[in-house]
């Protein structure tokens, strides 16, 4: 029988359908190890504001804000948050405490009807400027509306328009059984960083909760995501430029492989990058990948996007 340890870690989310099973997945977790736990959920501008495209909005982790907050003001003592949505730059005093097992990485794209529509001229949702701009890389005579929400706003969206499709990361609707039939995986887009993976946040200065929490976390997701976040750190991206990036550990032969990609918001210009490194080098490969694109035309690339998004 393990003994339950004193204090009661009271978990901060956001109250969306996705937000919840990922605080419950921990709550779980947590409990099995012992811990007391209570869930505290909090609404955040991101969920509120459902009118303006998040780049519109001026702010990056605009999801996570209001749980930072709520942490600082002792509210709750953990976050739990999907990772991309995570600014690469963490409020002063929060941490990152664990980082879970990694689900799908995949963007899929939910259709309505067969695929003809992609030879042809399509419609296609999102909120991302990332998926916007590599869709119209690859579709260029497509149109791509602006799409807002939580997980289960956006499907509802989707049936309530005459759109062809949305885009969705595979993970968010696997996580609570939305994923319909109709779906196409989107293997030729590169994902945003940390796309699939759940991180914990804490309070530097509580050590009882950091010492908890770090027991679930996954080494080798860990070391992916730090690879990604640091590739779009190094390249200003923070949440709003489009920006995708994927590494894997390869166990057979102790390899990172890594793809990054920066694009401009009408998807004309790409710059990518692909490496494979011994695992013993992955501590600079995010930053090195980037490197090498601001120095071959990404560093004129971003101004330009900077420049476009003040408009």
Request: charged share 25%; with cysteine; hydrophobic share 40%.
């Amino acid at each position: 029988m393990l003994k339950v340890k004193e204090k009661t870690i009271r978990i901060g989310t956001r109250d969306s359908e996705l937000a919840l099973w990922q605080a419950h997945t921990v709550q779980k977790q947590l409990q099995d190890l012992g811990y007391k736990t209570e869930i505290v959920a909090v609404k955040s501008d991101g969920d509120i504001i459902l009118d303006k495209p998040l780049y519109e909005l001026g702010i990056t982790g605009i999801f996570t804000k209001t749980l930072d907050i709520a942490m600082i003001n002792g509210q709750v003592d953990i976050a739990v948050h999907s990772m991309k949505d995570v600014p690469t730059a963490l409020p002063k005093g929060i941490v990152q405490a664990a980082v879970l097992e990694r689900a799908n990485v995949l963007d899929i794209l939910v259709h309505k009807g067969d695929l003809s529509f992609l030879e042809n001229n399509g419609t296609i949702a999102t909120g991302s400027l990332r998926r916007q701009a590599q869709w119209w890389n690859k579709y260029p005579n497509h149109t791509v509306v602006d799409l807002r929400g939580n997980v289960n706003t956006r499907m509802q969206k989707l049936k309530d328009n005459d759109w062809n499709g949305a885009v969705f990361a595979a993970a968010g609707l696997e996580r609570i059984n939305l994923k319909p039939d109709s779906f196409t995986n989107l293997d030729w887009m590169i994902p945003a960083s940390a796309q699939g993976a759940m991180v914990i946040v804490a309070m530097e200065n509580d050590g009882f909760t950091i010492d908890a929490v770090s027991q679930l976390n996954d080494i080798e997701t860990e070391i992916c995501t730090y690879i990604e976040r640091q590739f779009l750190r190094t390249l200003e991206g923070g949440c709003t430029a489009p920006i995708g990036a994927l590494a894997k550990y390869n166990e057979h032969d102790d390899t990172i492989d890594f793809k990054g990609v920066l694009l401009s918001i009408d998807g004309k210009q790409k710059l990518e990058i692909e490496k494979a490194v011994d695992i013993s080098e992955w501590k600079k490969l995010g930053f090195n990948s980037a490197q090498e694109i601001l120095e071959n035309g990404g560093a004129e690339l971003m101004k330009k996007i900077k420049n476009e998004l003040k408009k």
